[in-house]
């Protein structure tokens, strides 16, 4: 079946750190990969998406490579921010149908001024 | 606009009582799930529905069961509340990907739900 694996969290950076959230996954195909976040008292939001091998993702500085030969995902960041702080989940939807995405266990982020 | 709302946000009540939350989506999204996140932000998914077929995880309790009354809502009852079932319900959306699209999901706020 189809798994995502994350590294365990908390990950605890001082502010304009480099941040890498690691992201590998197992799935037959092609799925889609996502980024999601979860910032304090709210649902999860899209943070970004790649559809295909060697796509790139970006959005708000964040940017995850869709690397097909290592099946991984990692989500990084140059210099992070206090407002970074929140949940990442990475995710994974397999094409055709309406399959049901794929979590992992998500990785908490501290960000510390 | 909210895109995905969520009804109560907050709800706190006894063991052995039926609660239900609701949950409504105006995306025109053809299908919608519920998730239960613990403590620990694990996310288990529990329903997934659309207007051809109810897939249900086949851990949840037969206590907890989907109800939807037209394609932009799915309502979600559970009897006989238990302390276990304290979490933070989460209702979310996605377009079928076989309509071209990446399929991504759209969550509500949560739902927090105590069980005293």
């Known amino acids: 079946g189809n798994s995502v694996t994350q590294m365990e969290g908390p990950v605890t950076l001082s502010e304009e750190a480099f941040l890498t959230i690691n992201c590998t996954y197992t799935?037959?195909?092609?799925?889609?990969l996502f980024w999601y976040v979860q910032y304090p008292g709210e649902g999860l939001q899209l943070l970004l998406k790649a559809t295909k091998a060697d796509d790139k993702g970006s959005n708000k500085g964040f940017e995850a490579t869709y690397r097909k030969e290592t099946t991984s995902f990692h989500l990084e960041k140059g210099s992070v921010q206090v407002s970074d702080s929140a949940v990442y989940f990475c995710?994974?939807?397999?094409?055709?149908?309406?399959?049901?995405?794929?979590f992992g266990r998500g990785t908490s982020l501290i960000v510390h001024p | 606009d909210t895109a995905v709302s969520q009804t109560p946000k907050y709800l706190v009540t006894q063991m052995g009582n039926d609660k239900s939350i609701k949950c409504e989506q105006n995306?025109?999204?053809?299908?919608m799930y519920w998730y239960k996140q613990d403590s620990k932000k694990f996310l288990k998914i529990m329903f997934s529905?659309?207007?051809?077929?109810?897939?249900i995880n086949e851990t949840v309790p037969n206590r907890f069961s989907p109800k939807s009354p037209d394609k932009a809502h799915l309502n979600l009852h559970i009897n006989s509340l238990e302390l276990g079932d304290s979490a933070v319900y989460f209702c979310a959306s996605s377009q079928d990907r076989r309509q071209g699209n990446t399929g991504e999901l759209f969550f509500g706020e949560g739902s927090r739900l105590t069980v005293l």
């Open positions: 799935a037959t195909g092609y799925p889609s």
């Open positions: 995306l025109g999204h053809d299908t």
């Open positions: 995710a994974l939807r397999k094409s055709g149908g309406s399959y049901i995405p794929t």
């Open positions: 529905y659309n207007n051809k077929e109810l897939i």
